[in-house]
């Protein structure tokens, strides 16, 4: 006999409900599956515009808000998930890490390095063919080896074509002159040593005399008469005179200029461009062509000036007999000084 399913309390028995439920479910869910599977095929073929389209505009607009939350809620997990990621790495890792940020820094600094040595060279080129140099380029090894003296030594000699007298300059402007030269070394004497004399004069006014070095490292520029116009900021170049410089090259800034009563020359300081600080890479002139020497026009106007100033002190002596030999005995005293530093420099130049 089949078996009836019973009221009891006014329902059906558990056993039949269960039984109803359970099928109903699945026929739902094959529903849904069925539905979604339709819903998909169409909105696959459906083209812009179409139904299902602005369902999932407008589905995409009203949950944007909600993922943005959700981005910003979960975003300090994750970043206290990286620390303790972190916390928990190996030692191994950490040596890794840390030996490859050390390489870095290396490489950085290589780099920067690189690039600085190449501003260098390309001021030295820049200097060269500015001022149409015929030289050698060269590294500066060593400085000074006492406190006597103000010199630097290079990497290049006789081998490769240098020789005693040649002048040296680095980007900035003329340094100094080589004094001894070996096969493979040269030692150049700085413009700031106390024996150097080097023809110089000032830029704006071509006012000539002989730039000195000195022991504290000040070079002072002699023999510009008080007829002459200086002043503390004007540029000295060389001038060509004696045939060793070129013609035009920086040396240094006037940093004052004092007049003492009577006398016949200013009294000029001058601050150099260069330092040794700065010297790494030089170039050495080989030879001078006929623009970068002085002309004869620069030897008359330097002779003119000279004798201007013999002038100027003779006729202070005659309006003044007691100032006379004071001016006199000056006169003398810078005119011996000048021809010492003439024969400094004629010496330095050979």
Sequence with gaps: ????????????????LHKDNSGSGGRLAVVFVVLSLVMFTMS???????FFTTVK?????????VRYVGVVVTAPFQGLGNVFANLTASQKSLSELKAENEKLKARNAELEEAEKTSERLEDLLSLQSTYKLKSKAARIISGSTDSWS?????????????????PVTDSRGAIGQIVSCGATSSTVRLVTDENSSVSAMVQSSRAQGILAGSADGTLHLKLIS???TVKVGDTVVTSGLGGVFPKGLPLGTV??????????????????FSTTENFEEVLVITSLTE??????????????QESTAVKGGSDSSTSDSSSS???????SSKDSSSTKSDAGEKSSDD
């Design 57 to 65: 505009a407008v589905y995409s607009t009203v949950t944007t808000p």
């Design 325 to 331: 030999g004071s001016s006199e005995s000056d006169a």
């Design 150 to 166: 103000d010199t630097v030594t290079i990497d290049k000699g006789s081998s490769s074509g240098l020789a005693v007298g040649m």
């Design 255 to 272: 940093m004052s200029v004092n007049k003492s009563a009577g006398a016949l020359y200013y009294e000029i300081a001058v601050k150099p």
């Design 44 to 50: 696959a073929r459906e083209t812009n515009g179409g």
């Design 1 to 16: 006999m089949s078996q009836v399913p019973t009221l009891n309390g006014g329902g059906l028995s558990s056993s039949g």
């Design 226 to 228: 008080t007829d002459s």
């Design 291 to 304: 623009d970068q020497r002085a002309t004869s026009d620069d030897i008359a106007a330097a002779d003119a």
